[in-house]
């Protein structure tokens, strides 16, 4: 199960600028997407970009625009959309015939674990 990290823009910076200091190696998890809160997270997820998501695995459409028609969105839109998943690593975007993209969900089960009281998040995908 992969993490996704959470971890605020002061932290993250804090954390890349001693890396290039050399004052220390890059963390494992470097390369996983992060998030500054949980709650980045789930406005992420919101009804409509969960129906897009449910759409792309139930029917694997073979195209944005193809996506775009069974959803009944404009295809710069839903391709706006897709770009916000994709960086995020909810989904991949695979070379289709000539210059369509086949877009894939990546991630089907999201578990989030809190300390309440310490504020300490964690984000395990699936």
């Known amino acids: ?16 600028l001693s890396v290039v200091r050399g ?10 997407p992060s998030f500054e ?6 406005r992420l997820l919101t009804p409509e970009n969960r129906h897009l998501l449910a759409a ?5 459409p ?9 959803v009944d ?10 770009s916000k998943l994709e960086a995020c690593g909810f989904i991949r975007l695979r070379q289709g015939v000539g210059k369509a993209k ?3 969900v990546a991630i089907h089960r999201l578990t ?3 300390d309440i009281c310490k504020q300490i998040d964690h984000v395990a995908v699936a």
């Open 23 to 32: 004052e220390r190696k890059a963390p494992a998890d470097a390369a996983q």
């Open 1 to 16: 199960m992969m993490k996704m990290k959470i971890q605020s823009m002061q932290d993250l910076k804090k954390e890349m």
């Open 102 to 104: 086949i877009p894939e």
């Open 37 to 42: 809160s949980v709650e980045a997270v789930i």
């Open 62 to 70: 073979k195209s944005v625009a193809d996506l775009a028609r069974l």
């Open 73 to 82: 969105r404009a295809e710069p839109n839903v391709s706006r959309t897709l």
């Open 112 to 114: 989030v674990d809190m």
């Open 56 to 60: 792309i695995d139930k029917n694997k």
